[in-house]
């Protein structure tokens, strides 16, 4: 009797019983104590969290070409994948819009950077946005090779999109090579889950490094501008989101941000939004979503929906502005939203991209370059922020342009039948 009481109180048999966003949370907390009373000595920890950073990256290429290609020919219907991808565009740049504009709004009210009185010394050089045209024309790649080999997701979601369809309009001969993808894209689904399991390890040795780096004198002087981007966050996905599953949708959103919880942990956690993508097929897939649907949507939000770094910029602009008394006039506003919205379609989603984006958006108004440097001390801890926004951004259209398609699974979604993975055979 002792043995098996002690056995049920083995503390590794209880991890194990853990749901993985548990652990992950469990790793996230233990992280950032140990980083604490660490201190910077914690970077020797770093390399846990590169590690599983790397395997997370390893997927991305693959996975998104594979799970495309699959999406894709799955939908014999050509017209069908014209709407979901206009749909989910629509949505996208609407739902961008708005964040950006809670972020105006929050750095508005809350005004992070008054009474800060800094003086901007003489501008930097930066680089200067590409144009529209060229940004059309770089998507197509000329050596699709070469798009996969530097991880150039826009290129490859474009080839990946033009040879399903080619595969699609061959017939018979293309079936072949179809299987072989789906059969892929099955094995990058599994070793998924294999990686997964690494996830609350590499989750304690990031936390730990940032925690140990930032520490609290970095936090304390910027702390409002953290607090602000963090309430517009959640304002974000669990007031706006929430409302357009419950009122758009007429899904129960508390079905759906349960749903999601494993994707928002590692894109808090990695601060990648394509990092994040093999988790957020699984759970759009697990809320009842079509593998197609999920499969062609998913990949195309972590590259062109960015409500969270959107989100970021309204805050960050005005703290700017504020920071250095530079008035913004009506027009200025109007500038940031347009500017971020269709800069979000080109951002990378990987650590750091936003503040990149950082610097259009306070050219385009004329503000110093100098803010940069401010935000750059705290950008990591924001990017985890705004990347669980836009995780959380691209289930949402997922589900909804899956409801409206009939390619939801509404006894999966409410949890009346319980969702059994697919391996390959």
């Known amino acids: 009797m002792s043995t098996s009481s002690t056995s049920g109180m083995n503390p590794w048999r209880l991890w194990n019983r853990l749901p993985l966003w548990q652990k ?14 660490i201190g910077p000595d914690a970077i020797v920890l770093k390399p846990i969290g590169t590690i599983f950073v790397n395997a997370i990256k390893m997927l991305i290429v693959p996975l998104v070409f594979c799970s495309l290609i699959v999406g894709v020919t799955s939908m014999q219907d050509t017209g069908k994948m014209g709407r979901l991808g206009l749909k989910s565009i629509v949505f996208y740049l609407l739902t961008t819009a708005i964040a950006i504009s809670i972020g105006l709004a929050l750095g508005h009210f809350l005004a992070p950077g008054e009474g800060m009185n800094l003086i901007a010394k003489e501008q930097e050089a930066v680089k200067e946005a590409p144009s529209l045209v060229n940004t059309l024309v770089s998507i197509i790649p000329n050596n699709p090779v070469k798009a996969m080999a530097t991880g150039n997701i826009l290129q490859i979601i474009v080839f990946a999109l033009a040879l399903g369809i080619s595969l699609n309009l061959i017939g018979d001969h293309g079936k072949p090579a179809i299987a072989i993808f789906t059969s892929l894209a099955e094995a990058m689904y599994k070793l998924t889950g294999l990686v997964m399991v690494f996830a609350p390890y590499g989750v304690f040795g990031l936390m730990a490094w940032v925690s140990g780096a930032y520490g609290m004198d970095v936090l304390l002087p910027l702390i409002k501008v953290i607090a602000a981007v963090y ?15 419950a009122l758009i949708g007429r899904l129960n959103p508390m079905r759906f941000f349960s749903g999601i919880v494993d994707a928002q942990a590692i894109a808090f956690t990695t601060s990648s939004s394509a990092g994040s993508l093999p988790v957020s097929l699984r759970c759009s897939q697990r809320l009842g979503a079509s593998r197609g649907t999920s499969s062609f949507i998913l990949p195309l939000g972590a590259t062109i929906n960015m409500d969270g770094t959107a989100l970021y910029q309204g805050v960050t602009a005005l703290f700017v502005a504020q920071a250095f008394g530079v008035p913004l006039t009506p027009g200025d506003y109007a500038t940031i939203i347009a500017t971020a919205t269709l800069a979000s379609i080109g ?7 936003g503040l990149i984006m950082l610097t259009l958006v306070l050219t385009t108004v004329g503000l110093p370059m100098e803010g940069v440097a401010l935000i750059a001390g705290i950008d990591r801890l924001l990017d985890m922020a705004r990347t669980m926004v836009n995780v959380s951004g691209d289930l949402m259209v997922t589900t909804l342009v899956a409801k409206s398609e009939g390619e939801l699974d509404t006894e999966l979604y409410n949890g009346t039948r319980k969702f059994v993975e697919t391996t390959p055979s």
């Open 24 to 37: 992950i949370l469990a790793g996230m907390v233990i992280g950032i104590i140990t980083g604490g009373i």
């Open 231 to 245: 309430i517009g966050c959640l304002l974000h996905v669990y007031g706006f989101y929430g409302a357009v599953i």
């Open 347 to 353: 951002t990378a989603g990987v650590p750091g991209a």
